[in-house]
């Protein structure tokens, strides 16, 4: 047998690592939720990006999300997406959310819409992360489809939609990685083996707050640069 490459797992370690069956890892590849694994000669191996999308489709299934919902909201993840931005996807899923990305033709996306929608305006729909294109369908967030089309009545300009995706991108990267420090350094050391099921019921307690803490922190920082912008 080919030695494992440095950071990457086994098909057998992987399945230790996510509590998962042979056969389940290998149910969820056929159906693209978790890419193939890595070729090293014969042998197939397993990155992180394979533990966090296994954990993201576990997270999903706990919220109730059918195969086909879970297939919809795992196909809307940039192919490139690492890890840390995997983790941040999972661990922004509240307890309420009860709503992911419904596949749409254009004739269905600007029914919903009221109007019709020109390449600028889905352009801007996506860079505000309402619309995701594939192929020659679209992925839509129903729930947040009507402000995005009250931002495009307005004239909200692609440009600074773009821009604001790329501050979310960049500082969301940072805060989960940030977080996963703190949770793995601070938190996780005071629950033992034997306390796997407790420390679950805690970060499953945390989410909400961190959500929470998450919006407070943002609406704190744009009105003290609002009120900074009118002294100058």
């Not at 042979?22 to 397993?46: A, D, E, Q």
């Not at 495009?152 to 990267?173: K, N, T, W």
Request: aromatic content about 6%; some cysteine; proline content about 5%.
């Amino acid at each position: 047998m080919e030695a494992p490459l440095d950071g990457l797992m086994t098909l057998d370690e992987l399945c230790s690592r996510v509590g998962l069956t042979v056969r389940n890892v290998r149910f969820y590849t056929s159906r693209g939720l978790v890419p193939p694994p890595i070729r090293h000669g014969r042998s197939g191996y397993y990155s992180g990006e394979h533990v966090a999308r296994i954990e993201l489709v576990l997270e999903l299934q706990a919220h109730g999300f059918t195969l086909s919902a879970i297939e919809r909201y795992v196909s809307a993840l940039p192919a490139d997406a690492e890890p840390e931005d995997i983790a941040l996807a999972r661990t922004m899923l509240a307890p309420w959310q009860s709503d992911l990305p419904v596949d749409m033709e254009r004739s269905e996306l600007e029914q919903r819409a009221g109007r019709d929608l020109s390449e600028e305006d889905v352009a801007t729909l996506v860079a505000l992360g309402i619309v995701r294109v594939r192929a020659d369908r679209f992925l839509v967030a129903r729930t947040q489809l009507g402000i995005g089309v009250q931002l495009l009545e307005l004239g909200f300009p692609r440009a600074v939609a773009e821009a604001a995706r790329d501050v979310y991108q960049s500082h969301g990267r940072q805060m989960a990685e940030e977080l996963h420090q703190v949770i793995t350094e601070q938190l996780a050391p005071l629950y033992g083996a034997d306390e796997s099921e407790r420390f679950q019921e805690v970060m499953e307690s945390l989410k909400p707050l961190s959500v929470g803490g998450l919006v407070t922190a943002y609406e704190t920082a744009v009105a003290r640069a609002a009120r900074t912008a009118t002294t100058k």
